[in-house]
C-alpha cells in the first residue's frame, strides 16, 4: 500500500488532458487515392514509359507515401504507421486474390465456348482434326474411377497410419514411419508414375494379361495413391495432435477402452479437418497428368474398366487437346479444365457439409 | 458399493523423476477425504495412480501396493478398463466431448461399453443427472452439444458423466478450481449427497473446501524443488483444521508457507 502511495507523489501518472485527437476526415484516403492514382497517370503516359499496369503499381507507392505524410502531419505518428501497415496488408490480399479471380475468369470465359451437352455426352473416338465435336465423357470417367479407387485405397490406409503415429508410435519405428512420410511428401508426381511403371504395369499386371504387360486405371490409381499418402497421413496427424488430451482421459477415466476412445471421441473431434486434409489431397490427385500419361496411357474411347487397357484422365484430356494441331483442340481443352476445377470445388463443398452435419449445430 | 482404497508404499515416476514417495493411506468407504498441500507436491499424482491414469502418460510408472477392497489394481492379470470403471474422476477443467450432445455425453461411459439399449440409456441419464443437481437445467435441451452450457454445468455434467457407470470410487482432481463462487457451491453440496453412495477422493489447493466438505484430509509436500511428494499428515480434517500434530501441517494450513 505503501508504495503505490509514494509512487503516486512523486510520479504523477502521465495522462493526456483529452482523450480526443485530430483525424483526417473520412473522404481522405479514398480521394488520396484518386490523386496518387492520376498523378501516376499523368507521369507515366506523360514520359511515355509504360502502360496501366505501371500506372496502378506507381499509383500504388504514391497512394502509400501520401497516404503516411498526410497521417503524419495531421494524427500523428502512430495512427501514421497504423494506416499504412493497414493499406500495405489490403494490398497483400488483392495481391493473392488477384491469380487466383484471373484463373477462374480466363477458365469460365474461354471454357464456355464447348460448354455443351456434346461435350460431356461423347469421347474422342474416331473425332478428326476437322471435326469440331467430341469430347470428355471417357476422361471424366477416367478421372472420377481413378481418384476414387486412389482415395479408397489411401484414406483408410493414411488415417490409420496417422492414429498409429499420434497414438501408439513410440521410438524409432514411429520416427522412421514419420520420417519416410515427410520424404514421401516431396515425391514429384513422374517418379511415382515411374516407380508404378516399374512395379505394377511391367512387373504384376503380365500375371493378369497372358504375360503382356497393360496399361489401365487401376495402375494410375495406384500411382496417385503414392501421391495422396503423405499428404493425408500428414493433415490426419495434425489434427490429432490438435485433439485435446483431455478428451482421451475424460475417456480412459470412464473405463472406455484406448482404441474405442480413438475411434469415438478422437476421430469425430478431428473429423473436419481431416475431411479437409484428404479433399486437398484429392484435389492434387485429380490435378495430376504425369503418372497417369505413363500408367494408363491416355486414350480417346470410353473405357468403363479401370483393370484394363488404356484410360484417360481430365488433366491428361487437357494436355493431350492443348497440344493438338486441330483448331478445335483449344476449345476442348479449356472446358476440359473448368470440369476439373468445378468438379474438385463440388467435390470440396460436398465434403464439408457432410462433415458439418455430423457435428452438432451451435 | 463403495470400497476402501488402500495404498502402501506408493511410489511413482515420470521417466526418471520420482513425483512420490512411500506414500501409505486408507481411504475408508463412504467418506470424503481431501489431499492438500503446496503445488506440485504429488497430491494430483497420487491421485491419478489410484485409477491407473498416470501411467498414460509415456514414461510414467507406478511401484507399492494399491488396493481396492482387498484386490490389487496394479495386479499384472487386472484389465485397466475395469479399474476405471470401478474408480472414477472427474478433472480440473470441465472436459465434455465436444461432438456429443448432454444426452450423449452422459451416457459417453455407458454407450461406448457396450449398452445399447434406449430405455436404459435414458433412464441411467435422468438418475445421472439429478444426482448431478443438473436435470431441472438440462431436461429440456439434452440433444443440445455439452460444450453449449456454463463452466459449472460443464463441470456437472462430467460429475453426471462420471457416476453414470456408476463407479465406487469416484477422484476429483481440483474440481473447483475452475469455477466461480455458486458453482463450486453446488458441487460441495453435491459431495455431500455423494458421499451416501460413493467413497470419494478430492484434491484442492482450497482448504476452506477441504474443511467444509471432507471428513479426513491428508497433507502431502516436498522438501525443496525436485524432491519427491511426501504424504506429512493423514488424520481426521477437524483435528488436522485445529490441532495438526505436525509443525509442518500448521504452518502450511495457517498460511505460512506454501
Known sequence: MTTTVTSHRTRPPAEPATLRARRLPWYAAPALAVAALALSAVIVYGTDIGGPVLVVALGAVLYLTGLFAAANAVEGRRSARNRTWSALIHSAFVLAVLPLVSVVWTLVSKGAERLDVNFFQTSMNNIGARDANGGAYHAILGTLEQVGIATLITVPLGILCAIYIVEYGRGKFAFAIRFFVDVMTGIPSIVSGLFVLAFWVLVVSPWFNDGRPSFSGFAAALALSVLM????????????????????????????????????????????????????????????????LLVAGGGAAINVNPFENNQSSLSLFVYQQAGDASKYAPARAWTAALTLVALVLILTIAAKLLARRNRLSR | MAKRVEASNVTAYYGGFKAIENINLTVEPKTVTALIGPSGCGKSTFLRSINRMHEVLPGARVEGNLTIDDQDIYDRDVDVTAVRRMIGMVFQRPNPFPTMSIFENVVAGLKLNGVRRKSILEEAAEKALRSANLWDEVKDRLGKPGAGLSGGQQQRLCIARTIAVEPQVVLMDEPCSALDPISTLAIEDLMFQ?????????????????????????????????????????????????????????????????
Do not use: C
Not at chain 2, 502431502?220 to 481426521?236: A, C, Q, V
Open chain 2, 194 to 258: 455423494l458421499k451416501d453412495k460413493f467413497t470419494i477422493i478430492i484434491v484442492t489447493h482450497n482448504m476452506q473446501q477441504a474443511a467444509r466438505v471432507s471428513d479426513r484430509t491428508a497433507f502431502f509436500s516436498i522438501e525443496k524443488t525436485g524432491d519427491p511428494g511426501r504424504l506429512i499428515e493423514y488424520d481426521n480434517t477437524q483435528k488436522i483444521f485445529s490441532n495438526p500434530s505436525v509443525k509442518k501441517t500448521e504452518d502450511y494450513i495457517t498460511g505460512r508457507f506454501g
Open chain 1, 229 to 292: 499418402l503423405p499428404t493425408i497421413v500428414r493433415s490426419t496427424e495434425e489434427m490429432l495432435r490438435l485433439v485435446p488430451p483431455p478428451l482421451r482421459e475424460g475417456a480412459y477415466a470412464l473405463g472406455v477402452p484406448k482404441w474405442k476412445t480413438i475411434l469415438r471421441v478422437v476421430l469425430p473431434t478431428a473429423l473436419p479437418g481431416i475431411v479437409t486434409g484428404v479433399m486437398l489431397a484429392i484435389a492434387r490427385a485429380a490435378g495430376e497428368t504425369a503418372p497417369v
